[in-house]
């Protein structure tokens, strides 16, 4: 199931299409969130390890206190997200539903989850090999700043556009089935909406 959706995306929503619903949209959405805040606390917590006692202990209970709303702003996400592809699809003449449309915006985070598992893989690396000898968070943040430019920002940059590749070409597959566009509403209502995420996240 998950190579077809990798591979041919839009057989894998034609194989699903009468079961395309929100209620499974929010199963899903529900389990890669979770399991996208395991992956940013586990990463969070072995980069952490590197750190003093005093400053790696206030790192961790900032983490803790921020998971919780990291899986809540993935939901949130996710309908917001489903609301934009539906919108645009209504706009592209779709019949589809709304519910249908939540379960295609769902599985459109699975790149996001690959995305964060190759970030945080780097982050990990990072935290290995880097002086993380810092007297507070704040310090910290400023050894962290030089990771937003040059070779480590253009790095994080492509991975960004390459989820954001990816999710466009899931998300305009599901529209096409769960809506009946033609490819070129689809793909550009996939686009719009995978852009404005790259931009406004």
């Known amino acids: 199931m998950a190579l077809r959706l990798l591979t041919q995306p839009r057989q894998f929503f034609t194989d699903r299409e009468s079961e395309l619903n929100g209620v499974l949209g929010a199963g899903l959405a529900i389990l890669l969130s979770l399991v996208l805040t395991s992956v940013v606390g586990a990463s ?11 400053v790696g202990g206030e790192f961790q209970n900032a983490v803790a ?18 609301a934009a592809l539906f919108l645009g ?7 589809g539903t709304f519910g249908a449309t939540l379960e295609v915006a769902a599985w459109g985070l699975v790149p996001t989850l690959v ?3 190759v970030v945080g893989a780097a ?9 993380l000898a810092v007297d507070s968070l704040a310090a910290l943040g400023t050894r962290l700043r030089p990771l937003q430019t040059g070779f480590s920002g253009l ?19 599901g529209l096409r ?4 566009l033609d490819r070129f509403s689809a793909v550009a209502t ?3 909406v995978a852009v404005a995420l790259v931009v406004l996240v």
């Open 44 to 54: 969070l917590w072995l980069f952490g390890r590197g750190l003093n006692a005093a």
């Open 65 to 82: 206190e921020a998971l919780p709303l990291l899986f809540l702003a993935v939901l949130v996400l996710w309908l917001v997200l489903g």
């Open 89 to 95: 699809a209504k706009l592209g003449g779709g019949r």
């Open 115 to 117: 995305g964060v598992v």
């Open 123 to 131: 982050l990990v690396v990072y935290g290995l090999q880097a002086d």
């Open 155 to 173: 790095a994080v940059l492509l991975v960004q556009i390459g989820v954001a590749a990816w999710q466009a070409f899931l998300w305009a597959a």
């Open 177 to 180: 089935v769960a809506h009946g």
């Open 190 to 192: 996939a686009i719009v």
